[in-house]
């Protein structure tokens, strides 16, 4: 049996303003590499010690190396190109005014190889120096297609967006294992692409780009499941977390999980599944009763995305609601998402964001003990 964590989070922190520079600085060839290595270990341990502090149960090295949480992959794997084409964009809502496109950067131009792990040494190091429990987080395959496909040039190398997301699921299958066979105690994929499925814009995004969402929601789910298969280990946790876009505050999709949840919560073989539920855009608890009831839920609940501090009766009050659909005992606590998909980070303070983990880590004691 897996163990249960009451007080989890999705994976990314802030990053502090010394790892700002210090990237920026290797990025311009004014610091070493392993200069950089060296800088970002301590900033690691520092919220090592932080979440231990707070008292969340499982432990992130807050994603610190990475310049978002999906990056890996594109800088493990030859083939990816730089890229201005306004055709592979995203629209983010949220707070700075106006929806804002953001266009990709970098898509598929070639047939893709992989150069490296993505996340060996981010393994390492947590297997090493975490003070508990702690989680690797990878990418869906899922993710790829959406924003790495451009129609003239990747379709090149990959006639079709299933192709593209077939070869990344090969790719992403063998991390896991790897993550799972030196040990690493929680693998979670993140994968908000799940809520296009459930935004009627999204949706017909998809068709106009000559895709059916339900046959690409079919092959997503299909694609997770093959990435874990033979993924349990004793003792170890398999997560799936979904949220409706994240970055520097804003979200993309909104939309409940009703037409997704059957399929979804049914189907893909994991231990818990961490879900966005902090707004309206993530409609009722009531899609839940999908759940199976060897799976718990992680009732995203806290924002990672607004600074202020949610009302601890709120909380206590909502988690109460969703047990009318799952019973306490497979439930936990956590916030909806990162606080930094991105290396930019959302809109708070870090001091805000540890008083939110500390939130959570108190409300999970007083709820489920410990």
Not at 74 to 99: F, K, M, S
Not at 252 to 277: H, M, N, Q, S, W
Not at 341 to 348: D, E, F, R, Y
């Amino acid at each position: 049996m897996p163990e249960v964590y009451r007080a989890d989070h999705v994976g990314s922190l802030l990053r502090p303003a010394d790892l700002h520079q210090a990237r920026a600085n290797c990025r311009e060839g004014m610091l070493e590499l392993h200069q950089l290595r060296a800088i970002e270990d301590a900033a690691i341990l520092h919220v090592l010690e932080r979440q231990q502090a707070a008292g969340v149960e499982i432990y992130t090295d807050g994603e610190f190396r990475r310049s978002g949480f999906q990056n890996d992959l594109i800088e493990a794997v030859e083939g990816y190109v730089e890229t201005n084409d306004p055709a592979v964009v995203r629209v983010w809502q949220g707070p700075g005014g106006e929806p804002h496109e953001q266009g990709t950067r970098q898509v598929v131009g070639g047939k893709l190889r992989q150069l490296r792990r993505l996340t060996q040494y981010q393994a390492t190091f947590m297997n090493a120096y975490a003070p508990g429990p702690f989680k690797i987080t990878v990418p869906s395959p899922s993710q790829y297609p959406a924003i790495s496909f451009q129609p003239g040039l990747t379709d090149r190398y990959y006639p079709t967006r299933s192709d593209l997301l077939w070869d990344i699921a090969e790719i992403i299958k063998a991390e896991i294992s790897a993550l799972l066979e030196s040990g690493v105690p929680y693998v979670q994929i993140d994968a908000p692409r799940y809520s296009y499925y459930v935004d009627a814009k999204w949706r017909e995004h998809l068709r106009e780009l000559g895709e059916d969402p339900d046959q690409m929601f079919e092959e997503a789910v299909a694609a997770d499941t093959y990435c874990l298969e033979g993924a349990q280990r004793p003792g170890a946790t398999v997560a799936l977390h979904i949220c409706r876009g994240n970055n520097q505050s804003k979200w993309y999709a909104e939309g409940g999980y009703e037409a997704i949840a059957a399929k979804l919560f049914g189907t893909l073989p994991v231990d818990r599944f961490l879900l966005e539920y902090d707004t309206e855009r993530a409609g009722t608890f009531e899609p839940l009763r999908h759940v199976p009831e060897d799976k718990m839920v992680v009732l995203g609940l806290i924002s990672s995305k607004d600074s202020t501090l949610e009302s601890r009766d709120y909380v206590l009050e909502r988690i109460e609601e969703s047990t009318a659909y799952v019973p306490l005992e497979r439930l936990a606590l956590s916030p909806q998402c990162g606080f930094a998909s991105t290396v930019a980070g959302n809109l708070l303070t870090e001091e805000e964001q540890w008083r939110k983990l500390e939130l959570v880590a108190s409300i999970s004691r007083e709820v489920w003990g410990g």
